[in-house]
Each structure stands twice: as structure tokens, then as C-alpha cells.
């Protein structure tokens, strides 16, 4: 019967750290590379694939249609990134963009007004939420995810009632 210390224990989990931290100079680059740069050649590949499967993939028009389609998540994006960088969260976008975009729906569709109208209304209620938001985070003193949370909700109820 042989009993091992715990000192041999020890000595084996170091020596599996060292074996793990060293090995092949390749196999840690290739590591480095992926932790690094992963996305990027998950979409490469993806990509790729997708080409290869569809021949209607790769071509302007469907460029043309992603860009199109992504235009306005990466406009909330930019604004979402200014708050986080300035060490805030703003859980309000997603919901102030559809009310706008409600707001500027019903404008046109039942009321008849004219589209430039429209859409000069649909900012103008997105920049009264977004005041809203900043005036409760920085004269009233609510967190931001208090304040922001309180702005989705409002604009949740007011799309909501305007488009019955």
C-alpha cells in the first residue's frame, strides 16, 4: 500500500501547470492569435461557407441590403457606446427608438402629415426622452439604470397608446 504526501500532490499540480503554460511554441501562438482575433475569423468563415452554399451571398445587392438593415441598430450603437464609455448604461435606446419610430408612423400614416414633418417630430421625442434620462441622472441623482429603466418604461406605455 503506498501513500502519496501532500507534497507530492503539489509537486504533480505544478508540474501539469508548467506542462499546460509551456508546450509548443506554434500551439501558444495560435492561441494568442484566436483569443485575439476570434470574431474575426468566425465571419471570415462563416463567410466563406455561406458562399460556397449560396451562390447569391457574395454579390452588391445583398452588401447593399446588410448595410441597409444594420444602418439603424448601428446609430443606437454609437450612442449606447458614448454611455457606456463615460461609465453609464442606457437601457432606454431600443424602447425611445420605437417609440419614435411609432410616433413618426402614426404622424404620417392616420394624421396625413408630411414626412420631413414626421421625422423632424420622431428626433424631437427622442432627444425630450433622452433629456428626460440625462436630467434624472444628473440633477435629480438616480443611477442610471434607475432612470433609463423608468425612460423604457414610459416609452414602452406611450408607443403603445398611440398605436392603440
Given amino acids: 500500500m503506498f ?72 446609430i443606437v450603437c454609437i450612442g449606447q457606446f458614448m454611455c457606456i464609455t463615460k461609465g453609464g448604461l442606457d437601457l432606454s435606446l431600443g424602447q425611445v427608438l420605437c417609440f419614435s419610430s411609432c410616433l413618426m408612423a402614426v404622424l404620417m400614416k392616420n394624421l396625413g402629415v408630411n414626412p420631413y414633418l414626421s421625422i423632424l417630430a420622431g428626433l424631437a421625442s427622442g432627444v425630450v426622452m433622452g433629456g428626460f434620462s440625462g436630467f434624472m441622472i444628473s440633477y435629480v441623482g438616480l443611477p442610471s439604470f434607475i432612470a433609463t429603466l423608468a425612460t423604457q418604461n414610459i416609452c414602452r406605455g406611450l408607443a403603445k397608446v398611440i398605436t392603440g
Fill in 3 to 74: 501513500i502519496r504526501s501532500n507534497s507530492a500532490y503539489r509537486e504533480e499540480g505544478k508540474q501539469m501547470e508548467r506542462q499546460a503554460k509551456g508546450g509548443n511554441g506554434f500551439i501558444k501562438a495560435a492561441k494568442g492569435f484566436m483569443g485575439t482575433y476570434f470574431c474575426l475569423v468566425a465571419i471570415i468563415v462563416l463567410c466563406v461557407i455561406l458562399t460556397i452554399c449560396s451562390p447569391y451571398f457574395f454579390n452588391y445587392d445583398n452588401f447593399k441590403n446588410i448595410l441597409i438593415q444594420s444602418a439603424a441598430v448601428s
